[in-house]
């Protein structure tokens, strides 16, 4: 069970609009930490998607953005692409573990 | 352009001991801390350690605390993970990655897998 929850899965068709949930709680997200997200292939590096709950790194388009809201942070990926399926994950970090970063559990996104 | 690339994974039993390194290049390696993520079968992603820039604070996982130990030599632009008393459950692709500002994981390898089983 991770500290970060997210849906297992999410589907959508080209061109729509899905949006990935990580809910979290007053010792992680509520505490004001960052959230990260990240994609990740099977078999191949994960990349970072959105770094300090809103910000994308040079190369990452403008069709993956993200947000953060009280205990939760949210990935929007707008224009879907079949380039898009992936795991995705999203990490903060937590005061009551020590050290520790933490993830959520992941989201297999498929395009439908 | 970064690069990061793990070597010294393999199939050992369970107890035995296997040290993981990782090769960095691209960047100004002592000022960024640096990071070991694995991903056990079937399984997300779990953080496992973090040392400094400089090597002076380490930070680990209560999943692996007093059986692994992160080090790095500046010198060589190197990242290690030794890993002791490894369990059937350390089974995992073991990433390196580098941290960046506001603490996430800017860039990662392609990991080497560690598999322990008797």
């Known amino acids: 069970q991770s500290v970060l929850t997210q849906p297992p899965s999410v589907s959508g068709a080209p061109g729509q609009t899905v949006t990935i949930s990580c809910t979290g709680s007053s010792s992680n997200i509520g505490a004001g930490y960052d959230v990260h997200w990240y994609q990740h292939l099977p078999g191949t590096a994960p990349k970072l998607l959105i770094y300090g709950n809103s910000n994308r790194p040079s190369g990452v388009p403008d069709r993956f953005s993200g947000s953060k809201s009280g205990t939760s942070a949210s990935l929007a990926i707008t224009g879907l692409q079949t380039e898009d399926e992936a795991d995705y994950y999203c990490q903060s970090y937590d005061s009551s573990l020590s050290g520790s970063r933490i993830f959520g559990g992941g989201t297999k996104l498929t395009v439908l | 352009e970064v690069q990061l690339l793990e070597s010294g994974g393999g199939l050992l039993q369970p107890g035995g001991s296997l040290r993981l390194s990782c090769a960095a290049s691209?960047?100004?390696?002592?000022?960024?801390?640096m990071s070991w993520v694995r991903q056990a079968p079937g399984k997300g992603l779990e953080w496992v350690s973090t040392i400094s820039g400089g090597g002076g604070t380490t930070l680990y996982a209560d999943s692996v605390k007093g059986r692994f130990i992160i080090s790095r030599d500046n010198s060589k632009n190197m990242v290690y993970l030794q890993m002791n008393s490894l369990r059937a459950e350390d089974t995992a692709v073991y990433y390196c990655?580098?941290?960046?500002?506001?603490?996430?994981?800017?860039?990662w390898g392609q990991g080497t897998l560690v598999t322990v089983s008797s």
């Open positions: 691209g960047f100004t390696f002592s000022s960024d801390a």
């Open positions: 990655a580098k941290v960046g500002g506001y603490d996430p994981f800017d860039y």
